[in-house]
């Protein structure tokens, strides 16, 4: 599916992918640097029903937010800062957390080596055709790990 959004139509369609998640769903966010990777996440975990402040995990890395009304544990990294071997995947326990039942949202997935081979949804954001659209595409692996 390719679909050309503003804003709005980005966070709505994350909000469509949030309304139907499940634990151990994993999201990677594909896009280049102002994509929207960041817009689409905050809008995902939003409507998971947390409240507070969705800084962009840039230098933390690995931001989580426990949802108390559902029970699910929320992921949302960013591998910029990352070269993306398996060594250091494993040494930050990103590994863990992506074989955890939590939901995890990836920013920067193309760092992780294997990503192609991993099990999940990736949104792809690339240029519109003006500055306020993006192109945007939504494609599952399930045969991944
Ligand atoms: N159609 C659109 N979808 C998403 N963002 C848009 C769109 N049009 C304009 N923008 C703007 O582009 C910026 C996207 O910023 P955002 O932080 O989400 O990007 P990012 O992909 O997370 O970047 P980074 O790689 O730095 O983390 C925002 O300022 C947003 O308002
Ligand atoms: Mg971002």
Redesign the pocket.
Same mark, same amino acid.
């Given at each position: 599916m390719m679909e050309e =959004? @503003?804003?709005a139509?980005?966070e709505d369609l994350a909000r469509k992918l949030a309304a139907d998640v499940q634990p151990g769903d994993r999201f990677f =966010?594909s !896009? =280049? =640097? !102002?994509?929207?990777? &960041? #817009?689409?996440?905050r809008a995902f975990i939003r409507s998971l029903g947390v409240t507070g402040a969705i800084p &962009?995990p #840039?230098f933390i890395m690995d931001s989580v937010y426990s949802i108390v009304e559902s029970g699910l544990e929320v992921h949302h990294m @960013?591998l910029?800062r990352l070269q993306g071997s398996r060594e250091e995947m494993l040494m930050l326990g990103f590994e863990d957390v992506l074989e955890s039942s939590a939901v995890v949202l990836v920013?920067?997935p193309e760092r992780m080596e294997d990503f192609k081979e991993r099990r999940g949804c990736t949104i792809s954001?690339s240029n !519109?055709d003006s500055?306020? &659209?993006?192109r945007v595409q939504v494609e599952w692996n399930m045969a991944g790990y």
């Amino acid at each position: 599916m390719m679909e050309e =959004l @503003d804003v709005a139509g980005l966070e709505d369609l994350a909000r469509k992918l949030a309304a139907d998640v499940q634990p151990g769903d994993r999201f990677f =966010l594909s !896009g =280049l =640097l !102002g994509a929207g990777k &960041s #817009t689409f996440a905050r809008a995902f975990i939003r409507s998971l029903g947390v409240t507070g402040a969705i800084p &962009s995990p #840039t230098f933390i890395m690995d931001s989580v937010y426990s949802i108390v009304e559902s029970g699910l544990e929320v992921h949302h990294m @960013d591998l910029y800062r990352l070269q993306g071997s398996r060594e250091e995947m494993l040494m930050l326990g990103f590994e863990d957390v992506l074989e955890s039942s939590a939901v995890v949202l990836v920013e920067w997935p193309e760092r992780m080596e294997d990503f192609k081979e991993r099990r999940g949804c990736t949104i792809s954001i690339s240029n !519109g055709d003006s500055p306020n &659209s993006r192109r945007v595409q939504v494609e599952w692996n399930m045969a991944g790990y």
